[in-house]
């Protein structure tokens, strides 16, 4: 029987991070995928549930959880309802957040300890998960869905100048039309911690096992992406899907009752990619 059991746990500045364990309850101790969303996502976007009980049907655990600082709150998982959280998020916070996600999976005090966990990133997550995987032995393979190469590919260059005088530049969710607010600590943030976000380096320097995944019509972090981390890293598997978009074809909220096909080859070769 397939179960899920929702968690609340501290994240970066004592912020609560919520997440869920989907699993087999025959097969609870099965191995482990931790998934970090990416950028204004959130651990129930869209098909996210769908790929849990994807996984658990093929014999894994699946831990997906909210980043402390992605807007979301306990309450409103699906919601930007905590702007302020949003304007304060960083990349160091991001990785806190990580390592407190496995530091949970890995302590069994809540549920059967994993020994090692496997990684699923997707988008600014997949640049969280690359930096996590090259600084935690814990992390035993790495699937990236969609990656960014380099955080400052998340906006345009020229803009840098105008938010640090400003202190804050505004992005929009196209699905609900909210303005998203960011200060400039996020830019201080690289400033200061040059070498640690530095996502390149950090890829040339992942030692475990390691695929990226991209799609071919991905138009909101291009292809190029991929490519780059592949010759940062030559020993990373590099698959490119035809006719998959930066959400694998999936969408927010998402009514059919099967995965769209593009997305379904990523959670097979992902599947077949963690148990070889």
Not at 38 to 49: A, E, L, P, R, S
Request: aromatic share 10%.
């Amino acid at each position: 029987m397939i179960k899920k059991e929702i968690f609340s746990i501290p994240g970066a500045k004592g912020r609560n991070m919520l997440m869920d364990l989907t699993y087999d309850d025959n097969n609870p101790k099965a191995p482990l995928v931790i998934f970090a969303h990416g950028f204004k996502g959130f651990k129930d976007w869209g098909t996210h549930n769908m790929v849990a009980k994807y996984f658990v049907e093929r014999g894994f655990r699946y831990l997906k959880f909210n980043f402390s600082h992605n807007g979301t709150t306990t309450d409103k998982p699906i919601d930007f309802a905590d702007l302020i959280a949003f304007s304060e998020n960083t990349f160091s916070i991001e990785l806190d957040d990580l390592n407190a996600v496995i530091d949970f999976a890995c302590n069994g005090s809540a549920i059967p300890v994993a020994k090692d966990v496997n990684l699923i990133g997707h988008s600014m997550g997949g640049g969280i998960s690359i930096i996590k995987t090259a600084e935690d032995k814990r992390v035993n393979k790495l699937v990236t869905m969609a990656s960014i190469s380099d955080f400052r590919n998340l906006w345009p260059q020229e803009a840098e100048a105008q938010w640090k005088i400003q202190g804050i530049r505004y992005f929009e969710n196209a699905r609900t039309g909210q303005q998203l607010p960011l200060k400039s600590g996020l830019l201080n943030d690289l400033d200061t911690h040059p070498a640690r976000l530095n996502i390149i380096e950090k890829a040339a320097g992942i030692q475990q096992p390691w695929l990226i995944i991209h799609g071919e019509a991905d138009p909101t972090v291009p292809v190029d992406h991929a490519r780059e981390l592949k010759a940062a890293q030559p020993n990373a598997g590099l698959v490119i899907i035809a006719n998959a978009n930066h959400t694998f074809c999936s969408s927010h909220p998402y009514s059919q009752n099967s995965l769209p096909a593009p997305l379904l080859e990523f959670c097979n070769l992902a599947i077949d990619f963690f148990n070889k």
